[in-house]
C-alpha cells in the first residue's frame, strides 16, 4: 500500500488556523493558538509579492501585544530585520520572547496628550521610518490585508458548522470580527456580529481611559473597524473578563487569555438566551503568558479582581458614552458611529493614518 509522505509546514502557517471545540449545546469556539499570525503572515507574504518587502527592507510596527509575536515570528522565518514601538503594558515575558526572535523593542515611556500610548507609538514609528530609507510597515490599524485575511476562518467555521448565525469575538484592531463576519455574510447575511470591547476604550464611543483589561479596546480609531458590521456590542470590565478566562478553563479545560475570557463571557450569554441559533465564539490566544496575573489567584486578590461570579446578564444600556463598572450591552444593530451614538461622543483620531 502506498504511504502518503507528510506536507511539511512553517510554524506560522502550522499554528495560524484554529480548532473548532464544542463549549455548549449550541456554542463553539474557534480557539487559536496565536490568532494574530494569520494576518501576520498574510500582510508580510502580500509584501514580498508586491515587491515591498525587499531584502533589506526593515519591517517596523507599533503594538504591545500579540500581533507583534507574529510578526517576529514570521520575520524571523524571513530573515528581515523588524523594529517594534510599544509601550509600559507590554508584558516582561512578551519582551523577552520577541528580542530572542531578533526583534527590536522600543518603549514609549510617555503617553500623548490625545490618544495616549497609542498615539505616542505612532509618532515614534513615524520617526524611526523617517530615519530608514527602506521600511515596511503592516499598519494592522488600517492595512485591508488585515481583515481580507480572516476569509479563510470564515470559510473554516461555514465546512464545519454550516449556517453560523451569530460571531462573538473582541475587538481591537477590527480586522478579525469585520473580516469574519463579512465572508459569512456572502453566504449568510443574517449572521450577526457582537463586539465585546471594554470600558474607557473609544472603539464604541467611550471616553478614553486605564484599561486593565489589554489585548481589546483601543484609544484611537482602526480605519478597519467598520462599525455598521456589528449587531450589538458588550462592554466587561476586566475582574470579570478574568473570572470568565477561568471558568473557560475549569469547565471546558480550554486555556486561553483575557481577550478570550472577555468574548466567551458575552457569547455564553448569548448562546443561552438565543438556543434555536448557533454561536461562533474567537478566542484569540493561548493563556500561557497569564499563568502569573489571571492564572493566579493571589495576584487577582492583591490587585482587586478577585470576584466570585460574574453578572448573570448584561446590563442594557442605549448609549455608550458612560463607562459603568459592571458588563454592558448595547444593540448597535448596523449603525453608523454616528448613527448609534448620536453624534455625542465626539471625532477620535484614527490610528494606523501618516503621523506628522
Known amino acids: 500500500m502506498a504511504v502518503s509522505m507528510p506536507v511539511f509546514q512553517e510554524i506560522t502557517e502550522a499554528q495560524m488556523m484554529p480548532r473548532i ?5 449550541n456554542l463553539y469556539g474557534a480557539v487559536f493558538t496565536l490568532m494574530k499570525l494569520l494576518p501576520a503572515r498574510t500582510i508580510l507574504r ?25 510578526l517576529a515570528m514570521q520575520t524571523a522565518l524571513l ?19 520577541l528580542s530572542d526572535l531578533g526583534a ?8 500623548a496628550p490625545v490618544g495616549g500610548f497609542q498615539e505616542a507609538r505612532l509618532r515614534r514609528l513615524a520617526e524611526i521610518r523617517a530615519e530608514h530609507p527602506d521600511t515596511f510597515c503592516p499598519e494592522q490599524y488600517s492595512n485591508p490585508d488585515n481583515p481580507r485575511s480572516y476569509a479563510v476562518v470564515a470559510e473554516l467555521l461555514g465546512k464545519a458548522l ?8 473582541p475587538v481591537g484592531s477590527g480586522g478579525s470580527m469585520c ?22 476604550s473609544v472603539l464604541f464611543g467611550q471616553p478614553d481611559g486605564p484599561r486593565p483589561l489589554r489585548g481589546l479596546g483601543n484609544s484611537l480609531w482602526p480605519a478597519n473597524l467598520d462599525h455598521t458590521a456589528f449587531d450589538e456590542v458588550h462592554w466587561c470590565t476586566a475582574a470579570e ?21 472577555a468574548a466567551y463571557l458575552a457569547a455564553r450569554w448569548w448562546a443561552e438566551s438565543h438556543p434555536d441559533q448557533l454561536c461562533v465564539v474567537l478566542l484569540p490566544d493561548e493563556g500561557y503568558r497569564y499563568q502569573a496575573t489571571v492564572y493566579d489567584d493571589d495576584w487577582l486578590a492583591a490587585n482587586g479582581f478577585a470576584l466570585s461570579a460574574p453578572p448573570a446578564e448584561p446590563l442594557e444600556v442605549t448609549r455608550p458614552d458612560a463607562p459603568r463598572e459592571r458588563w ?20 477620535r483620531p484614527l490610528a494606523g493614518r501618516a503621523v506628522s
Open 179 to 200: 473580516g469574519t463576519v463579512g465572508t459569512l455574510r456572502e453566504a449568510t447575511p443574517h449572521t450577526r456580529a457582537i463586539g465585546v470591547d471594554t470600558h474607557h
Open 162 to 169: 454550516g449556517q453560523v448565525d451569530a460571531l462573538v469575538g
Open 46 to 70: 502580500a509584501a514580498l509579492r508586491r515587491g515591498e518587502l525587499g531584502p533589506k527592507t526593515l519591517v517596523v510596527e507599533t503594538t504591545s501585544g500579540t500581533f507583534g509575536l507574529g
Open 104 to 111: 527590536r523593542v522600543e518603549v514609549c515611556a510617555t503617553p
Open 241 to 261: 473578563a478574568f473570572l470568565a478566562t477561568r471558568q473557560l478553563h475549569s469547565r471546558h479545560a480550554v486555556f486561553q487569555g483575557p481577550t478570550s475570557g
Open 328 to 347: 454592558t450591552r448595547m444593540a448597535w444593530r448596523r449603525r453608523s458611529y454616528a448613527e448609534a451614538t448620536g453624534g455625542t461622543a465626539g471625532e
Open 79 to 97: 530573515r528581515r530585520d523588524l523594529v517594534l514601538v510599544s509601550d509600559p503594558a507590554i508584558d516582561v515575558h512578551l519582551h523577552r520572547r
Open 21 to 25: 471545540v464544542r463549549l455548549g449545546r
